[in-house]
């Protein structure tokens, strides 16, 4: 973060970090630079350092120094989607004959990474409940590189405690990967807690609107961050300036968006422990979820994600699914509009099989910020 912007408060960096006026025109908001190569003023005379904008674009390095500013952080670089920053950090850390150790619960393509893709380079897992900090030491072998926590994690919401995994991480001379997805950095502060990298599906939460795909790297350290620059700029997944441009834009309203959502899903989630076709509900909010705690510890509020099992297996979980009507079925999570999903079909179908397998009657809801009312008379009409 540059310290222009370190003594701001958040919701005030949201709006500000990387957001400069133009200095060509004055307009408020960065301008979309849709461009992909730069006039030199003679050879190697760069304006402003641009020459090519898979390098580097304007409309990109807002988006990035907002990230950075927002996570704490040094150095912010924004992808094409999560899994293109996912691959990007596993392939500037790892060599072949490394080994990593990943949470036994996350999100289905990251898991597919490490298992279909990283595996094949030579570098092998070991899958650790990561709520359990004594499962973690015994994961980590002296081939170990990196640890990668989700907290809250994809699909059953568990709660890692940040602080005590990166301890276990610095004694093991390890880096500690954090995916802040699900809590976004309002809610959760990873670097602040001893993580090296945080990870975003910027699809999610930053964009907030379902309506732009995008990933992001944030680091407090700067050696790491040039190296993580040079692989993005080497292997070329960037995010590309209308993107960058959108979640920029919706970042602005992070703040608000995320207060809404906590409070939207706290409700809903009171609501469904109540029910009697609920047999469990998976909310870090609640004080009976194991990892209330330590939620409470190191998050704001317990954000929007609600997972929850229902009477009737299977055919009984994918049945609630379609009857919502408010509740938008579909894949993804974090924007304005509720959506609600079957996991063991949908987003989570690659880990069918593995240690990572998710029950069969759970239901996922991603909490919008629709009136409350409306969105609990359309859960509890789906729920029959
Ligand atoms: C927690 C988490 N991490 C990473 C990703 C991957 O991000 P993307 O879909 O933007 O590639 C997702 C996508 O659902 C996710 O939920």
Known sequence: MSDQHSHQSFETRAIHAGNTADPLTGAVVPPIYQVSTYK??????????????????????????????????????????????????????????????????????????????????????????????ESVRGAVNDRTKLIWVETPSNPLLGITDIEAVAGVARQAGVKLVVDNTFASPYLQQPLALGADVVVHSLTKYMGGHSDVVGGA??????????ELAYHQNAMGAVAGPFDSWIVLRGIKTLAVRMDRHSE????????????????????????????????????????????????????????????AQLFTLGESL????????????????????????????????????????????????ALG
């Not at 944030?218 to 050696?223: F, K, N, Q």
């Not at 929850?308 to 049945?319: H, L």
């Open 264 to 323: 939207n899903a706290t409700k809903i989630a009171e609501m469904l422990t109540q029910h009697p076709k609920v047999t469990q509900v998976l909310y870090p909010g609640l004080p009976e979820h194991p990892g209330h705690e330590i939620a409470a510890k190191q998050m704001r509020s317990f954000g929007g994600m609600i997972s929850f099992r229902v009477q009737g297996g299977e055919e009984a979980a994918v049945e609630v699914c379609n009857r």
């Open 217 to 226: 790297l944030v680091t407090a350290d700067e050696a790491l961050g040039e």
């Open 40 to 133: 030199q003023d003679g050879v190697g005379g760069l304006r402003g350092g641009y020459e090519y904008s898979r390098s580097a674009n304007p409309t990109r390095t807002a988006l990035e120094e907002n990230l950075a500013a927002l996570e704490g952080g040094r150095r912010g670089l924004a992808f094409a989607s999560g899994l293109a920053a996912e691959d990007c950090l596993l392939r500037t850390l790892l060599v072949p004959g490394d080994h990593v150790v990943i949470p036994n619960d996350a999100y289905g393509g990251t898991f597919r990474l490490f298992a279909k893709v990283v595996q094949r380079w030579g570098v092998d897992f070991s899958v650790a409940n990561t709520s359990d900090i």
């Open 334 to 381: 974090g924007g304005v509009e509720s959506l609600i999903e079957h996991p063991g079909r949908m987003t989570h179908a690659s880990v069918a099989g593995s240690a990572l397998e998710v029950p069969a009657d759970l239901v996922r809801i991603s909490v919008g910020i629709e009136n409350v009312d409306d969105l609990l008379a359309d859960l509890r009409q």
